[in-house]
């Protein structure tokens, strides 16, 4: 079955540091790729994604690439802010289902 | 658009009484999923309706949970009778035919004791 993997939390950083939040993924066929963001307090919100292998998504200064050869789709920021504190989840789509597969969510802190 | 609308937004409730859950999902949107997370689990998929019809319901842990969705804009989740490992915060989503962007609700806190 379809799985993703994130790395465990929690992640604090000094605000303008660089931010990697990893991810792997196990699926069949060909997996569209999302990165979703998860405020205190707040429901999910899709941050980005890719739909296929290559492509790189980004938003809000954060970035991720899909890399078949790996597996992976590393979250990455090159400065971040305080107010980009929350929980990052990393999620699946196999296309053809309606279900997306999330992973466990890595929650990050910047402290200024 | 007022996005997706969950209530209560907090409930408290002994062990053996009944909860209901309430999600109103965005105008348009034919699918409406419904999610628990927990610190130990993460984010799980209880189950999920297209066109107000049932798809999947393999994540609804037993027989005490059940989920309704008698029209587009309305959708309840009832838990009967509630037992305090039912703890957890239950997130209604909604999203048109990508089901990969969903719109997610604030959520309800649910504390059983």
């Known amino acids: 079955g379809n799985s993703v993997t994130q790395m465990e939390g929690p992640v604090t950083l000094s605000e303008e540091a660089f931010l990697t939040i990893n991810c792997t993924y196990t699926a069949t066929g060909y997996p569209s790729l999302f990165w979703y963001v998860q405020y205190p307090g707040e429901g999910l919100q899709l941050l980005l994604k890719?739909?296929?292998?290559?492509d790189k998504g980004s938003n809000k200064g954060f970035e991720a690439t899909y890399r078949k050869e790996t597996t992976s789709f590393h979250l990455e920021k090159g400065s971040v802010q305080v107010s980009d504190s929350a929980v990052y989840f990393c999620a699946l789509d196999s296309g053809g289902y309606q279900k997306v597969t999330f992973g466990i969510g890595t929650k990050l802190q910047v402290i200024p | 658009d007022a996005g997706v609308i969950q209530s209560p937004r907090h409930e408290v409730t002994e062990m053996g009484q009944e909860v209901t859950l309430r999600c109103k999902p965005i105008s348009g949107h034919d699918y409406l999923f419904w999610y628990r997370q927990t610190m130990m689990r993460g984010l799980e998929l209880l189950i999920y309706?297209?066109?107000?019809?049932?798809?999947?319901d393999s994540g609804m842990p037993e027989d005490r949970f059940s989920a309704k969705m008698p029209n587009a804009s309305f959708s309840t989740l009832k838990i009967q009778p509630s037992e305090p490992r039912d703890s957890a915060v239950y997130f209604c989503?909604?999203?048109?035919?990508?089901?990969?962007?969903?719109?997610f609700g604030p959520g309800t806190r649910l504390t059983v004791t």
């Open positions: 989503a909604s999203s048109g035919p990508r089901a990969y962007e969903q719109y």
């Open positions: 309706f297209n066109n107000n019809v049932p798809i999947d």
């Open positions: 890719a739909t296929k292998a290559d």
